[in-house]
C-alpha cells in the first residue's frame, strides 16, 4: 500500500500559467515534506521543502502547500517556464529517521 | 567535484558478473543512501547508513551487498543479479539532525543485467 500517492502521472500546461502538482500521504506521522524535480538520465534535484508546523513554504516561482487534515500537499510553480519540463516526485518522512517515502511522479511538460 | 558523484554512470553486466557502484558525497553529511528506481514504480530505498552504520535494510537480496567505509563514501557490490535487477540506482546523502531529512541525490548508475 502506498503511503506517499501521486495521482496525476502526466500534466501539461502553457509557459507563463501555473502548474499545480499534487501529492496525497497517508501515514499522520510524516512530519516533514519534500518535492524534487528529475530531469532524464539525472538524479532527483531538491526543490522545495516543509515541515509539518507550516501550512505554506514559499521560494521564488516555487510555493508547496501543506493540508495536514486533508493529508494533502500540493506544488504551485508559477510562472511555468519551459524549463520546469521534468518528473517532478513528493517524498514524505519522520524527523531525522533517515527514512523517505515517495511517490511515483508526475510529468510535467510546459508548452512555450 | 561538488555534491553527491556516482560511478559508472552505465554499467551491462551478465548475471554471473561480479561489479561494484561507488558513490562519493562532498557535502559534509552525516548519512547516506541506496536507492532503487525501476520503471512505473517509486524510488525505493536499499539501506541506509548513520554515521557508517547500517541502520535500515529494507529486506534487500543478498546479492547486494552495501559497503560504507567512511561517511564520505559508499559502495553497492552487485553478484549474480537478475535480469529483473536492471534499474536506475541512485545514491544520496543527507546531514540527519534533529528533524529534517533534506537527501541530495548523485546522478545514478543505469544497470542492465543480461
Known amino acids: 500500500d502506498q503511503q506517499v500517492k501521486q495521482n496525476s502521472p502526466s500534466l501539461s500546461v502553457q509557459e507563463g500559467r501555473i502548474s499545480i502538482l499534487n501529492c496525497d500521504y497517508t501515514n499522520s506521522m510524516f512530519d516533514y515534506f519534500l518535492w524534487y524535480k528529475k530531469y532524464p538520465a539525472e538524479g532527483p534535484t531538491f526543490l522545495i521543502s516543509?515541515?509539518?508546523?507550516?501550512d505554506k513554504n514559499e521560494d521564488g516561482r516555487f510555493t508547496v502547500f501543506l493540508n495536514k487534515s486533508a493529508k494533502h500537499l500540493s506544488l504551485h510553480i508559477v510562472p511555468s517556464q519551459p524549463g520546469d519540463s521534468a518528473v517532478y516526485f513528493c517524498a514524505a518522512g519522520r524527523g531525522s529517521q533517515g527514512n523517505l517515502i515517495f511517490g511515483k511522479g508526475t510529468k510535467l511538460s510546459v508548452k512555450p | 567535484e561538488t555534491g553527491v558523484t556516482q560511478t559508472p554512470r552505465h554499467l551491462v553486466m551478465g548475471m554471473t558478473n561480479k561489479k561494484s557502484l561507488k558513490c562519493e558525497q562532498h557535502l559534509g553529511h552525516n548519512a547516506m543512501y541506496w536507492y532503487k528506481q525501476s520503471a512505473k514504480k517509486p524510488l525505493e530505498l536499499m539501506f541506509v547508513y548513520n554515521f557508517k552504520e547500517q541502520t535500515e535494510n529494507n529486506s534487500v537480496p543478498s546479492r547486494f551487498s552495501p559497503e560504507c567505509p567512511n561517511s564520505s563514501h559508499l559502495f553497492l557490490h552487485l553478484h549474480t543479479l537478475q535480469p529483473e535487477d536492471s534499474a536506475l540506482y541512485l545514491c544520496?546523502?543527507?546531514?540527519?539532525?534533529?528533524?529534517?531529512?533534506?537527501?541530495?541525490f548523485g546522478p545514478g548508475t543505469r544497470l542492465t543485467v543480461l
Open positions: 516543509i515541515s509539518s508546523i507550516k
Open positions: 544520496a546523502s543527507s546531514q540527519l539532525d534533529d528533524f529534517t531529512d533534506t537527501q541530495y
